[in-house]
């Protein structure tokens, strides 16, 4: 490659740009005297060398330093100071006695109440049996569901046939399939997991299927271009495109899970089904007792709470940043 | 010829065509500009050549193995990072998982971004984007490179380097490539061959030659800046109501 610098010069005070223009006939003949030259006409670095140098400091100028992340005590403190106020605001007006106390108890009744679940082992029962159903039914549910919506996804008629169904189960309320479960499966645990499928698979496979219908239509052109096959595109490209669509997919079939999960264990109690949360639900109603009713809403709301943290909290943020997308967002 | 275009048209549904015969041979190794306003079917043309559309009349004569493009934004996966969007594009192509590695430094190397490889694209600048994109669609290996007004939305400190890099790896590789721009002095700084090409219904209406001499010697690429300027201006004028 020639090295031989070339001067970024104007030869003339004359741009090209005003030259009036003469017709057809305008060729290459014209008078070179008068040119406004550009450096980009020509090589502006000279050699390899040079250009390593030249790029690697641009390169250094827009790139952003790295930031050393730090914790942030406010997104731990903001939130157990708002519980805090929650709870005082429950105790304030308990305290001023407008209702009777059995009817609305205290955060104090509330507590002694976890303290006898507790001691008798039936709160560690409930929890872990709902627990486990909740995550067993949801993990499954991911497997049925993520072929299902891929294919949805991506074949035109099939997603055209069955779009409307899905996105009608998903509208369905879960706790309408209960009777339907009880009839065929009796009371057993086929009964809590056919409502429990029955709410989230229809809302992972409609997470999926919105995830894939918001990937730019470019990545499949640069799939396509890199000679990508049928598969490879559906689960190198699309699935990972999709991703931040079909996670949110995931949370609410979660949520989906466990809401169902609840309400098939109120209706559908006794038989082989176990002891859970919508049953300790269901007999403190029985027994009138409103501190387990209570303690059973407040364990349901834990657990779906400390689900979203410790689970999809984390897989979100670490999705979004890798991705660039948390810059500015209120997370 | 790579590449051979022969009566080439398109139109999309009903409407005008976009393109309408238009006839060129691009020869092994050769770097051609395509040029031309906007709107003049120039991306229509380049993605016919790439097999991601079908021309609705004509024949056209590309590499049986198809050909590497490069998008006009870098278009790199953001769940990848630089070296993992390179090292798809060879995956995609067979190559082995241990000889992947290698060849992706490589190529990280060629475009000098030996340091950058685990970074991911949003943590690259625009001008680092469109390197890699470039390393990519080299991994792919194929003798045509489609280019797709590469470096449009970049600075113009990082576009001149830019057409100095891909001057420098066009020799290097010795592949033949297609650059389709409307920036009548990039097409100049960069192309061995010009191809202007009209607007509404597309066609490729006049090429000029440039030679070595025109990329050492600023004041006759200016010349050949202004030739072609003005004849991209007439064709635009066309158009005036």
Redesign the interface.
């Known amino acids: 490659?020639?090295n031989?610098q070339?001067?970024?010069?104007e030869?003339a005070e004359t741009p090209?740009?005003t030259?009036s223009?003469t017709?057809?006939a305008?060729?290459?003949t014209?008078e070179?005297e008068t040119?406004?030259?550009?450096?980009?006409?020509?090589?502006?670095?000279t050699g390899?060398e040079d250009?390593?140098e030249?790029?690697?400091g641009?390169?250094s100028l827009?790139?952003?330093a790295a930031r050393a992340a730090r914790i942030d005590w406010s997104r731990i403190l903001l939130p157990v100071a708002a519980l805090v106020v929650l709870v005082l605001a429950w105790q304030f007006y308990v305290s001023l006695g407008f209702k009777r106390r059995d009817l609305v108890p205290g955060p104090l009744d509330v507590l002694g109440q976890f303290g006898t679940l507790w001691a008798d082992g039936s709160l560690q029962e409930a929890v872990w049996t709902s627990l486990q159903r909740g995550i067993v039914g949801f993990l499954i549910s991911v497997v049925i569901a993520t072929p299902i919506g891929l294919l949805l996804a991506q074949v035109a008629p099939l997603r055209r046939a069955f779009g409307p169904l899905i996105s009608g189960l998903q509208v369905l309320p879960s706790v309408a399939w209960v009777p339907a479960a009880i009839i065929w499966f009796g009371l057993t645990d086929a009964t809590v997991y056919f409502v429990v499928f029955m709410g989230a698979i229809p809302s992972i496979i409609n997470g999926l299927i919105s995830g894939v219908d918001q990937i730019p239509p470019?990545?499949r052109?640069?799939?396509?271009?890199?000679?990508?096959s049928r598969l490879?595109m559906a689960l190198?490209?699309v699935l990972?495109?999709a991703?931040p669509g079909y996670l949110s997919g995931l949370k609410q079939g979660w949520a989906f899970s466990w809401r169902s999960l609840m309400a098939a264990e109120i209706i559908a109690v006794g038989g082989t089904i176990g002891f859970g949360l919508g049953s300790m639900l269901d007999q403190g109603r029985d027994l009138s007792d409103m501190t387990i009713v209570m303690s059973a809403i407040l364990l349901i709301l834990a657990v779906g709470i400390l689900i979203e943290l410790l689970v999809f909290a984390p897989i979100e943020k670490r999705l979004l940043r890798?991705?660039?997308l948390l810059a500015g967002s209120t997370r | 010829m790579p590449v051979v275009l022969e009566n080439l048209g398109k139109r999309f549904g009903d409407g005008a065509p976009v393109l309408d015969d238009v006839n060129a041979s691009i020869a092994q190794g050769e770097f051609v500009a395509l040029l031309g306003a906007s709107g003049c079917g120039k991306s229509t043309l380049l993605n016919i050549m790439a097999g991601l559309e079908l021309p609705t009349s004509g024949a056209l004569e590309v590499p049986s193995d198809g050909a590497a493009f490069m998008f006009q934004d870098a278009a790199l996966f953001p769940w990848l990072t630089a070296r993992e969007n390179i090292e798809l594009a060879l995956k995609l192509r067979g190559v082995g998982k241990s000889e992947r590695r290698t060849k992706a430094n490589e190529l990280l190397d060629l475009v000098h971004l030996g340091g950058a490889g685990d970074k991911r694209p949003h943590e690259l600048s625009g001008g680092m984007r469109q390197r890699v994109s470039l390393a990519r669609s080299l991994a792919q290996d194929r003798q045509l490179l489609l280019m797709d007004e590469p470096f449009a939305a970049l600075d113009a400190i990082t576009r001149d380097l830019l057409h100095d890099e891909l001057e420098r790896i066009w020799k290097e590789t010795g592949r033949t490539i297609v650059f389709v721009t409307h920036n009548v002095r990039e097409a100049v700084r960069l192309g061995q061959r010009v191809l202007l090409l009209s607007s509404r219904p597309g066609r490729v209406v006049q090429e000029w030659n440039v030679t070595e001499e025109h990329r050492t010697d600023a004041g006759l690429a200016g010349q050949l800046t202004g030739v072609i300027t003005a004849r991209l201006r007439e064709e635009i004028r066309r158009h005036a109501k």
């Open positions: 490659m020639p031989k070339t001067p970024l010069v030869l090209i740009s030259r223009i017709g057809q305008s060729s290459i014209d070179p040119r406004k030259v550009h450096a980009a006409l020509t090589r502006s670095s390899n250009l390593r030249l790029e690697s641009l390169d827009q790139s952003d470019q990545y052109s640069v799939g396509t271009v890199l000679g990508a490879q190198q490209i990972p495109a991703l890798r991705r660039g």
